[in-house]
């Protein structure tokens, strides 16, 4: 038996390919659609006559940007978040000793593993925009 070895190659280059799972989902998710509707219509449901109506304009749950965007919000605000209150309040409290707000003093912890000492504070301070207080940079 004779085996072509282009049309197979074509065939496994094929296989192979990287889809586009974003266009496959939005397929299907148009399919799903389409077949909900029919069966609707097959027990006797009134579709509107728009498919805007009822709808809230709100964004393409499809979207895989918004949710990056929520997940790296939701990192943000775990990282920023104090381990206790009592905790939170003794860096609030030497934040403003620094003259830095608790967002830079939480920053410089994470970024160094170290609090932050007048030096660094003094840095940080020099770094900020040029007229900004530190309610500006909050």
Same mark, same amino acid.
């Given at each position: 038996m004779a085996v072509n070895f282009a049309v197979s190659g074509a065939r496994a280059q094929r296989r192979t390919h990287v889809r586009d799972t974003r266009q496959e989902t939005r397929?299907?998710?148009a399919s799903w659609r389409e077949r909900r509707v029919n069966d609707l219509r097959a027990m006797g449901v009134v579709i !509107?006559?728009?498919? &805007?109506?009822?709808?809230?304009n709100g964004p393409d749950i499809l979207d895989p940007g918004l949710l990056v965007g929520r997940q790296w919000r939701a990192a &943000?605000? =775990?990282?920023f978040a104090p381990p206790d209150a009592g905790t939170g309040r003794r860096w609030a409290l030497k934040a403003e000793i620094l003259g830095l707000t608790y967002r830079e003093y939480r920053l410089e912890l994470l970024e160094r593993g170290r609090h932050p000492t007048e030096e660094d504070a =003094?840095?940080?301070?020099?770094? =900020? !925009?040029?007229?900004?207080?530190?309610?500006?940079?909050?």
């Open positions: 397929t299907a998710a !509107p006559l728009s498919d &805007q109506l009822g709808h809230n &943000q605000e =775990r990282a =003094r840095h940080i301070r020099a770094a =900020r !925009p040029a007229g900004a207080r530190l309610a500006d940079v909050t």
